[in-house]
């Protein structure tokens, strides 16, 4: 079945800078991976999603970029402010097997330092 | 915007207790889903369950768990006799029946969790 490593566990970077968080997923047959983002107690929400029929997505500060062939998949958070600390999320699925499940990444613990 | 809720927020049992979370799905969502993640680890799928019957459960969906649909709007889930290592935060998610679009799928939804304690 589908796994997803994803990298680094934690990253803590300067408000303003860049993040970059990384995930590798198994199953080739994958075609859909959303970001979920979850803030301390709260349920996990998606803030960007890609389907393997592109290879890069952009929403204001945020992009996910997708190689189909190498099987990777990041997110890319610019000028990062205090309000993007949270856990992120990624997750990947086959959409076109009935049960709809995503599998995911084992979380990234995003600091931003004022 | 609607929003996936889920009751209790937090259930603490004995072992080998019964325990039912339940969550109201979006409203025009069809497809419903429990995820589980133990702290410090990975949201881990659980079930998914469309048209009144399951589609997908994981290994650790195994006898000891059900889910039902009980009316128009519940969606739960039943733990027979819990143990120790059920100890988890329980989500339910919902997404609509858009699920073969071509070259993706749809979102899902989760809702804010049961946190669940097993004594």
């Known amino acids: 079945g589908e796994n997803v490593e994803q990298h680094p566990s934690t990253l803590s970077v300067q408000e303003g800078d860049s993040a970059v968080i990384k995930c590798t997923y198994s199953?080739?047959?994958?075609?859909?991976f959303p970001w979920y983002k979850q803030e301390l107690g709260k349920r996990p929400q998606l803030i960007i999603d890609?389907?393997?029929?592109?290879g890069e997505k952009k929403d204001q500060r945020i992009a996910v970029t997708l190689n189909k062939t190498a099987k990777h998949f990041s997110l890319h958070i610019t000028e990062t402010q205090p309000e993007d600390s949270a856990v992120y999320f990624c997750?990947?699925?086959?959409?076109?097997?009935?049960?709809?499940?995503?599998?995911f990444g084992a979380g990234t613990i995003l600091r931003v330092k004022s | 915007e609607p929003e996936v809720t889920q009751t209790p927020s937090h259930q603490v049992t004995q072992m080998g207790q019964e325990v039912i979370l339940r969550c109201v799905p979006i409203?025009?969502?069809?497809?419903f889903y429990w995820y589980r993640q133990i702290l410090g680890q990975k949201v881990e799928f659980l079930v998914s369950?469309?048209?009144?019957?399951?589609?997908?459960k994981s290994e650790i969906f195994d006898d000891q768990f059900s889910v039902e649909r009980p009316d128009g709007s519940n969606f739960t889930l039943k733990i027979r006799s819990t143990k120790l290592e059920d100890s988890a935060m329980y989500f339910c998610?919902?997404?609509?029946?858009?699920?073969?679009?071509?070259?993706?799928?749809?979102?899902?939804?989760f809702g804010p969790g049961t946190r669940l304690t097993v004594l």
């Open positions: 998610a919902s997404s609509e029946e858009t699920f073969r679009l071509a070259g993706g799928g749809d979102t899902q939804y």
């Open positions: 199953d080739s047959a994958s075609n859909y």
């Open positions: 890609i389907r393997s029929n592109v």
């Open positions: 997750a990947a699925r086959n959409t076109m097997e009935y049960g709809n499940k995503l599998v």
């Open positions: 409203s025009n969502h069809l497809y």
């Open positions: 369950f469309y048209n009144n019957e399951i589609s997908e």
